[in-house]
């Protein structure tokens, strides 16, 4: 079983600054691809960034230069470090891993989400 539980939500204002967190746990085996997701009220479920185990990323155009995604390997741990924050970006933030278990059968699996709130 493949854990994932994402942290570092919260409350910011307009311009500032929050860095998101997405712990992998259990049999992850080969971890392959890692995601952040958001989904605003009454919207769908967007792509934010993505990175590979090669380190290439991918970042939505509503956050390219706003934003940055990261991974430590040894922590099987994602982040997403995110600058100058809009009022458009409040949504709950999900962080999805896929990869290959130890017996080499594929995995995908979403965390709970963490909830993103930029207002003054």
């Known amino acids: 079983q493949v854990q994932v539980v994402e942290s570092g939500g919260g409350l910011v204002q307009p311009g500032g600054s929050l860095r998101l967190s997405c712990l992998a746990s259990?049999?992850?085996?080969?971890?392959?691809?890692m995601d952040w997701y958001r989904q605003a009220p009454g919207k769908q479920r967007e792509m934010v960034a993505d990175i590979s185990s090669t380190g290439i990323t991918n970042y939505a155009t509503s956050v390219k230069g706003r934003f940055t995604i990261s991974r430590d390997h040894a922590k099987n741990t994602m982040y997403l470090q995110m600058y100058s924050l809009k009022p458009e970006d409040t949504a709950v933030y999900y962080c999805r891993v896929q990869g290959y278990n130890d017996y080499d059968v594929g995995y995908e699996k979403w965390g709970q989400g963490t909830q993103v709130t930029v207002s003054s």
């Open positions: 259990g049999s992850t085996g080969n971890l392959v691809n």
